[in-house]
């Protein structure tokens, strides 16, 4: 812009300005009137240079909108990339936390099934003591059963030695 005003300062002469009417537009650092009057050509490369000036400027601002474009698309991209990925994460949450629930419910059914091998335990456990118990007293009757039976054998035989003793001193006695 700033070469566009020195250049259109080196067609300006102040000598020969014109007094301009208040409803026409003014370009500022533009030539004065009669210069334009004077010189078509100097009009003709304002004019191309303001022409230049403009299609410089639809340039620009093409590219820009063609950057905002690009930038807009790759937002929204991004954007449905990013949602795609937070539903896939959500469906993984939702199957880890299915599974953890059916991870919670199996565990209590071993707690109550522990609960109740544990009960069976105690109540097996009870049963022993009481067989091992039952033992324990039968085969104190049955040691004590063992040694009576000894003892009844033992006095079987001394009578049966007595009586043989005596049958044998009567025989010879005899």
Request: net charge negative.
């Amino acid at each position: 812009m700033a070469w566009l005003r020195e250049r259109m300062r080196n067609h300006i002469d102040p000598a020969d300005s014109i007094e301009m009417p208040d409803n026409v537009f003014r370009i500022p650092n533009a030539p004065a009137a009669q210069t334009i009057y004077d010189g078509g050509q100097a009009a003709l490369d304002l004019i191309d240079q303001v022409a230049d000036l403009i299609r410089g400027i639809e340039e620009h601002a093409a590219q820009r909108e063609l950057r905002a474009r690009h930038l807009a698309q790759d937002a929204v991209e991004k954007l449905h990339a990013a949602e795609a990925h937070i539903q896939s994460v959500e469906a993984e949450r939702r199957a880890v936390e299915a599974g953890m629930n059916e991870a919670n419910m199996r565990l209590q059914e071993l707690e109550k099934t522990l609960k109740r091998t544990e009960t069976r335990i105690a109540a097996a456990e009870a049963q022993l003591s009481a067989a091992e118990l039952q033992a324990s007293a039968a085969e104190s009757r049955a040691i004590k059963a063992e040694k009576t039976l000894i003892r009844i054998e033992d006095a079987i035989r001394s009578q049966l030695l007595r009586q043989k003793r005596e049958a044998a001193n009567l025989a010879a006695a005899a």
